[in-house]
């Protein structure tokens, strides 16, 4: 079994990664991970029970935006060997409260239970992409939900923009929330990225980042910067040879990750999502009733939204174009990267109705946060 960092070393050499001191001393806990899920299972006790398995102790691994944490939880679980499952920690609780709802039409008095069980009973390995808990349901559901799965012998790694004391801050009944705190940094290793370097960013400098109009020469400019900020090496070294000339084609999204976030009780849906960055349209997040908090749990949620197809904006669609407003409006005051194609320039979208006025500073923003000195800042 080739250790990691022989692997990260080798990419490195090859040019499809950038060596990054920092994730490299990431490299010996993830291998301990591997090589102790690698190890035989107990022998059976003398009436021929199966012990318990041993506890391993997972990862949490927290650190700014972009720095390669997805990146290395990658690298871990595509090389190990045991049944394991990578998923979005929101797509994730979207899937426990749905398993919870199901239990519950079935009259089951602890519907969380079967949930849990159910997990135990099929994986070794849960690996969570960008865990943060910010809704109220979900914070009283997750400390009793590890508990059953660290019980069971799951192992969990986890990547986080926060430590764990950050995680539910400010939070409603945060005090319940506590002792699940105390479990994780029992049951894992909680480590920092330290590295100066947002790869992410690196990618969005210097780009393109606002199309008009949105033709099909935007449309295919928008296409390579999804391959360019989505594609992982790791995926680069995984998808076959038919799905490369699909992507290629510029036609390669069979094996985007949806996500849908829960903002007191309504379910905003992004479509694509994939590496911290959406693309949906205009209509997806304009088109429908949303309103602040939706906007802002997009931009806590993703770091660059690509917006598809801004329409000229007025009287006939006014309340859509508020919507536009609030969401750059958001996504400025979050320092979230955006990248739109649109019927015209930012000036030239609303010209006439009652917001035009209005829309010159979203018009200003929008420009502004093309600049590289506002990327930065952001």
């Not at 301990?32 to 299972?41: F, G, K, S, Y």
């Not at 849908?260 to 994939?274: A, D, N, S």
Request: include cysteine; charged fraction near 25%.
């Amino acid at each position: 079994m080739v250790e990691l960092k022989y692997i990260y070393a080798t990419r490195a050499a090859e040019g499809t990664i950038k060596a990054d001191p920092a994730q490299e001393s990431v490299l010996p806990e993830l291998e301990r991970i591997r090589q102790e899920l690698a190890a035989p299972p107990p022998k059976r006790g003398f009436f021929g029970r199966s012990p318990k398995p041993v506890p391993i102790k997972g990862l949490y691994l927290w650190g700014g935006v972009g720095r390669g944490k997805s990146y290395l939880m990658d690298l871990f679980v595509t090389h190990v060997g045991v049944p394991k499952r990578r998923v979005h920690f929101h797509a994730f609780m979207q899937e426990i409260h749905a398993g919870m709802t199901e239990a519950r039409k079935r009259g089951v008095d602890d519907a969380l239970a079967p949930v849990a069980d159910k997990l135990v009973a099929e994986l070794r390995l849960l690996a969570f992409d960008e865990m943060q808990i910010t809704d109220i349901t979900d914070a009283m559901i997750v400390g009793r939900l590890f508990e059953r799965l660290f019980e069971g012998g799951v192992v969990i790694v986890t990547t986080s923009n926060r430590h764990p004391d950050e995680l539910y801050k400010d939070g409603l009944n945060r005090s319940l929330f506590l002792p699940f705190i105390e479990t994780i940094k029992d049951q894992l290793v909680v480590w920092e990225l330290t590295s100066p370097t947002d790869y992410r960013q690196d990618r969005l400098e210097g780009m393109q980042v606002y199309f008009h109009p949105a033709d099909a020469a935007a449309r295919a400019s928008v296409d390579d910067l999804w391959h360019e900020m989505t594609q992982t090496p790791r995926a680069r070294a995984n998808i076959t040879e038919a799905q490369q000339k699909m992507q290629q084609r510029g036609v390669g999204l069979a094996n985007d990750e949806g996500l849908t976030l829960k903002v007191k009780g309504r379910e905003v849906h992004l479509p694509r999502f994939r590496a911290g960055v959406a693309r949906v349209s205009f209509w997806d997040l304009c088109g429908v009733p949303l309103g602040p908090a939706d906007y802002l749990a997009v931009a806590e949620a993703v770091r660059v939204l690509i917006l598809e197809d801004v329409p000229r904006l007025g009287i006939s669609n006014f309340n859509e174009a508020k919507r536009f407003v609030t969401l750059v409006d958001t996504l400025y005051e979050a320092g979230t990267r955006l990248v739109v194609t649109a019927a015209d320039a930012p000036e030239r979208l609303y010209v006439e109705g009652s917001g035009a006025f209005e829309f010159e500073r979203t018009a200003s923003r929008l420009r502004e946060m093309q600049s590289v000195e506002w990327a930065a800042q952001g």
